[in-house]
């Protein structure tokens, strides 16, 4: 089954940039998403790629996708204390092939910005 | 922008209660679904729903479990005598149904409910 594995714990200081790291077991086709969770909060979605793609940006945020290697990565440039979070990377394998939608999630990465 | 709403945000049971959680999904999607999230754990997948039946379901969603569309917005997922277990963050989410543009797939998270069984 499919398998996804993040670090438990970032730590960065204000300005900074932030790199959280995913890799992930799927070798099918797949989806692969950022969800953000404030403390006490629902999952927010931050942003998605298609493992037809290498690179995303979107503002602050840049996905890596290593499709050789099964490596996600999201970067968070210039972070700030609002980003202190639980950033969870998921993976969606693509339903045309296997018709199943459920998302399977990474443990989480706690990120921490110090002042 | 549209939202996915959950009702109640905390509750509070006894241990073979029932409980019903409360979802109303985004107003033009047509798939749902229910995750749980126990305490220091992962973010489970339990059950998707389609065209009012359920679509895909995991090892967790046993006959102690049951989801329904009651009515044209809302969506619940029931919990027949519950254990201590079953505390949990419960989630809901809902995606649109389209197989030609990935981001109609994604699905957005409620804010979720908590469940204490004591």
């Known amino acids: 089954g499919e398998d996804v594995e993040q670090s438990l714990f970032l730590s960065v200081r204000e300005g900074d940039s932030s790199v959280i790291n995913c890799t992930y077991t799927d070798s099918s086709s797949t989806y692969l998403y950022w969800y953000k969770q404030e403390p006490g909060a629902g999952l927010q979605l931050l942003t998605y790629?298609?493992?037809?793609?290498d690179m995303k940006q979107d503002q602050r945020l840049t996905v890596l996708l290593n499709k050789k290697d099964k490596h996600l990565s999201l970067r968070i440039a210039d972070t700030q204390t609002g980003d202190s979070a639980i950033y969870f990377c998921a993976e969606n394998p693509s339903f045309m092939d296997t018709g199943r939608r459920a998302l399977t999630f990474g443990s989480g990465t706690r990120l921490q910005v110090q002042p | 922008e549209p939202e996915v709403t959950q009702t109640p945000s905390h509750q509070v049971t006894q241990m073979g209660q029932e409980v019903i959680l409360r979802c109303v999904p985004i107003s033009n999607h047509l798939y749902f679904y229910w995750y749980r999230q126990i305490l220091g754990q992962k973010v489970e997948f339990l059950v998707s729903f389609y065209n009012n039946e359920i679509s895909e379901k995991s090892e967790i969603f046993d006959d102690q479990f049951s989801v329904e569309r009651p009515d044209g917005s809302n969506f619940t997922l029931k919990i027949r005598s519950t254990k201590l277990e079953d505390s949990a963050m419960y989630f809901c989410?809902?995606?649109?149904?389209?197989?030609?543009?990935?981001?109609?797939?994604?699905?957005?998270f409620g804010p979720g409910t908590r469940l204490l069984v004591l």
């Open positions: 989410a809902s995606s649109e149904n389209s197989i030609l543009r990935p981001r109609q797939e994604t699905q957005y």
């Open positions: 790629i298609f493992s037809n793609m």
